[in-house]
DNA sequence: ACGTTATAGTTACATATGAAACCACTTGCA
DNA sequence: TGCAAGTGGTTTCATATGTAACTATAACGT
């Protein structure tokens, strides 16, 4: 009743469109936290990432970083490579499979963490603190729901 | 009291961490909906987007396409290079300001727009499709309130 | 009018990203 | 064993993207 009917072919209204939407906010949101690394420590996005799940889990081989990340093998190695130069990852070469690195935080990457996750973090709640606590749990919801399948 | 509370420098938790689902989530989306005309038309995102405002707003300029795109300047002179090149595109000259083109759709552009858009509708569909009318009645009005500044 | 400043759009360059080819090592199996 | 097929990771190449410089035109102030 309250809806308009546009036929499937009318012009898209790029700002109602839900993918447009999401790209836009999802992209504002990630660039502003990365310039804040970025100016820092000269941390791209996905180098962060992957110093992130390192944090969380040592001991992953640069596979296990990427299916972790989502990020494709590529582009882990390229931030391994980055990470390790800077002094922030530490890798070794995994016993009795030469194929595999073991990864992990230097102490100087652990320093580096103990800057940026908080900073993520107080990101992360200035963006909730335009939310309602309603609002906050069933954003929650939702992306769990979208997320359900979505990823491939 | 049924948060837990992580030290503020705890190691991230990306699968929980709201600018990352964010990212995920959306680039999934676009991503999927790109592929689709990109194998038909070997059209980009930036170039679906502005032949997208070039459909509801005949005779723009560059710059306003850029506005309404908020893709940056550069990033439309090149999709419209392609565009115009491709024949989906018209550009002229603003009459009284000859730095200025005035942009629209071909006939040809038209007819990519009308299989392209229904397309992207769908997919909106699909997506919407997992949620039920409470959800997506909150995560319009979720997204309204976390755009309401963050575009700079 | 005339020079300064601003604007529309393109070009150039440097960096980022993705796909495929590649190398080294392991595994599976005849 | 030994060799075909698979896996972890890096390199290469082609393309995409962002920043800054540049060109042409227009607007403004005197």
């Given at each position: 009743?309250?809806?308009?009917?546009?036929?499937?072919?009318?012009?898209?209204?790029?700002?109602?469109?839900?993918?447009?939407?999401?790209?836009?906010?999802?992209?504002?949101?990630?660039?502003?936290?990365?310039d804040d690394y970025q100016r820092r420590f000269d941390l791209s996005m996905t180098e962060?990432?992957?110093?992130?799940?390192?944090?969380?889990?040592?001991?992953?081989?640069?596979?296990?970083?990427?299916?972790?990340?989502?990020?494709?093998?590529?582009?882990?190695?390229?931030?391994?490579?980055?990470?390790?130069?800077?002094?922030?990852?530490?890798?070794?070469?995994?016993?009795?499979?030469?194929?595999?690195?073991?990864?992990?935080?230097?102490?100087?990457?652990?320093?580096?963490?103990?800057?940026?996750?908080?900073?993520?973090?107080?990101?992360?709640?200035n963006l909730l603190a335009r939310l309602d606590e309603e609002e906050r749990t069933w954003?929650?919801?939702?992306?769990?729901?979208?997320?359900?399948?979505?990823?491939?």
């Open positions: 009743m309250p809806e308009e009917h546009h036929p499937d072919h009318a012009p898209l209204e790029l700002e109602r469109f839900l993918p447009y939407r999401l790209s836009i906010l999802s992209n504002a949101v990630s660039q502003a936290i990365a962060w990432r992957v110093m992130a799940v390192l944090a969380r889990f040592d001991g992953l081989s640069a596979r296990e970083v990427a299916e972790r990340t989502l990020m494709d093998k590529v582009a882990v190695s390229r931030a391994l490579a980055k990470l390790v130069e800077a002094g922030w990852v530490t890798r070794a070469t995994h016993d009795g499979d030469k194929r595999r690195s073991v990864l992990g935080l230097s102490e100087a990457g652990w320093a580096v963490h103990e800057v940026v996750a908080p900073m993520a973090r107080q990101h992360e709640r954003l929650v919801r939702i992306l769990d729901k979208l997320q359900a399948m979505e990823p491939k």
